[in-house]
């Protein structure tokens, strides 16, 4: 399987702290996308990150790409009860618009 | 604008019927594909197309089946239903024909067979 995985399964943090994911996939790609799904609803994609980028911000996101070790990670900074959800990372399959996602990391944010 | 919107969200079907889930692309996008997304499995890659061809499909049996219509819109259909295919399905529009683009998703249809 070409699929993806997230790494760590789960975590649990206080809000304020910082939460870092982890992604791994198997084959070259041209981009790595990062989504979050709240308990039960759609993807929302959160940043879209190409191969020849090393890294991305949007607010309170940061992504790095690291292509030798086909790895990303996903960093949340100064975190909220709202961002409680799982994070997605998809590869793109150089075929089309298909996708493959990684098993998710469920992130639990404490008031 | 409009996000991506799917219908029915919520359906129970009986084994061995047949389902039709519909979804509406962000307008101006051409490309819709569709996932499945169970907790055992994860989200699995069922069927891509664009301007109403099929370009790519996954792993899943001839009874997952798709189309697009003109207007972008996409149905797909679920025949002779089986309990494992109960799950949440999603339907996600790109407005690019190659993956440098984003991908958007709707909010899905929950399918539960008993």
């Known amino acids: 399987s070409q699929q993806g995985e997230e790494d760590p399964q789960a975590l649990s943090i206080q809000e304020g702290e910082n939460a870092t994911m982890n992604c791994s996939y198997k084959?070259?790609?041209?981009?790595l996308q990062w989504y979050r799904q709240n308990s039960g609803r759609g993807l929302v994609h959160l940043i879209l990150?190409?191969?020849?980028?090393r890294e991305k911000h949007s607010g309170r996101l940061r992504v790095t790409l690291d292509t030798s070790k086909k790895s990303s990670s996903l960093l949340i900074t100064a975190s909220r009860a709202a961002d409680t959800a799982s994070y997605f990372c998809?590869?793109?399959?150089?075929?089309?618009?298909?996708?493959?996602f990684g098993t998710g990391t469920s992130l639990t944010v404490i008031p | 604008k409009a996000g991506v919107t799917q219908t029915p969200r919520y359906l129970i079907k009986t084994r061995g019927q047949q389902v039709t889930l519909s979804c509406s692309p962000i307008?101006?996008?051409?490309?819709v594909s569709w996932y499945q997304q169970t907790p055992g499995q994860g989200l699995q890659f069922l069927f891509e197309?664009?301007?109403?061809?099929?370009?790519n499909k996954g792993n899943f049996p001839g009874r997952f089946s798709g189309r697009q219509f003109s207007n972008s819109r996409s149905e797909m259909n679920v025949s002779t239903l089986e309990l494992g295919d109960s799950a949440l399905y999603l339907c996600?529009?790109?407005?690019?024909?190659?993956?440098?683009?984003?991908?958007?998703f709707g909010e899905g249809s929950w399918l539960t067979v008993v």
């Open positions: 990150i190409r191969s020849n980028e």
């Open positions: 197309y664009f301007s109403e061809t099929q370009r």
């Open positions: 307008s101006g996008h051409r490309s």
């Open positions: 996600a529009s790109s407005s690019g024909m190659y993956s440098g683009n984003t991908i958007y």
């Open positions: 084959t070259s790609i041209n981009n």
């Open positions: 998809a590869t793109d399959a150089n075929t089309g618009n298909q996708f493959y």
